[in-house]
């Protein structure tokens, strides 16, 4: 068995860019507040930019440094690899998309909520939307009934039972533990993150957060919610223009979380139905999209 590498207690924030345009500035600017550490250092896993806001970032800030990938090799996969080249000081990673803004105090408040949980692989803070409505981003795994009704009646019925246990919207906001948290935005015990070898890079976007909660889960560590920490995510910057695209990776996605989950051939014919289930609601999603 490979010697399980030690780790220290510095923390640094890998943020995931294409093209994030203005909104890099501010998440930058906010981060100084969001940490007593600061100025943390910063790498930009950069997707293959072509707005020049990532080069202009690590050339204006000292404490920036960006990792050229040259492609878009999804998120998960660019996350991986800002974390594998950082030191091994840093055992404490945040990984966050460069669309947020930072509450005054946000990271120090999920440091100290890594005391309390010296078996949370994750944290995740409350994410507000621009509007100031929270964002439910502590979820329960989808198990196979929840994931369908969700995914069948999510639009047309918001309230109905399966949206509403899957999104917890029901739950106190209180410190807890969650089935997963939203990849928006996480803090990571290093220790943990090596343990599944952090995301999947299978999911090129969406679910690689829903799939790593899940697995670090079976690996006995929790993923907590800590909602005395803030952050507001403004979203959307880096793929608005691509929302059929977006819309065809979502599916996809889903499709591999669940068929990963009932292998096997006598799964097979659940695999179809849900394959086709997904498809027939890309198409009517993607159809009010191209309207829209």
């Given at each position: ?18 093209s ?20 943390l ?26 990792l ?14 800002g ?5 091994d ?8 998309n460069p ?16 005391k ?25 795994v ?8 969700h ?142």
């Open positions: 068995m490979a010697e399980q590498k030690q780790y220290g207690d510095r923390l640094a924030v890998v943020t995931v860019t294409y994030p345009g203005k909104t890099l500035a501010r998440f930058l600017d906010t981060l100084d507040e969001a940490s007593t550490q600061s100025p250092k910063v790498v930009l896993a950069d997707n293959g930019s072509v707005d020049g806001a990532p080069e202009q970032a690590a050339a204006e800030r000292e404490h920036v440094q960006l050229v990938i040259g492609e878009n090799v999804g998120y998960g996969t660019a996350a991986n690899r974390v594998v080249q950082l030191p000081e840093y055992g404490w990673v945040v990984v966050a669309d947020l803004e930072w509450g005054p105090g946000s990271l120090d408040t999920l440091l100290e909520a890594a309390r949980w010296p078996r949370a692989g994750a944290f995740g803070p409350l994410i507000r939307e621009p509007n100031g409505e929270v964002y439910p981003s502590a979820r329960l989808p198990s196979l009934g929840r994931g369908i009704g995914a069948l009646f999510g639009k047309i019925w918001p309230g109905n039972p399966w949206t509403k246990a899957y999104r917890q919207e029901d739950r106190a906001v209180g410190e807890r533990p969650a089935g997963w948290l939203s990849g928006s935005c996480l803090l990571l015990r290093r220790e943990a993150f090596d343990s599944i070898q952090g995301f999947d890079p299978r999911y090129f976007m969406f679910f690689e957060d829903v799939d790593l909660g899940d697995r670090l889960g079976k690996a006995g560590w929790l993923n907590v919610y800590v909602p005395t920490a803030e952050v507001m995510h403004i979203g959307g910057v880096s793929t608005a223009k691509v929302k059929p695209k977006m819309l065809a990776a979502h599916h996809d996605s889903a499709y591999r979380f669940l068929a990963d989950r009932n292998p096997g051939l006598v799964n097979a014919p659940l695999r179809l139905a849900i394959k086709a289930g997904l498809a027939l609601r890309l198409k009517l999603e993607t159809r009010g999209a191209t309207k829209s």
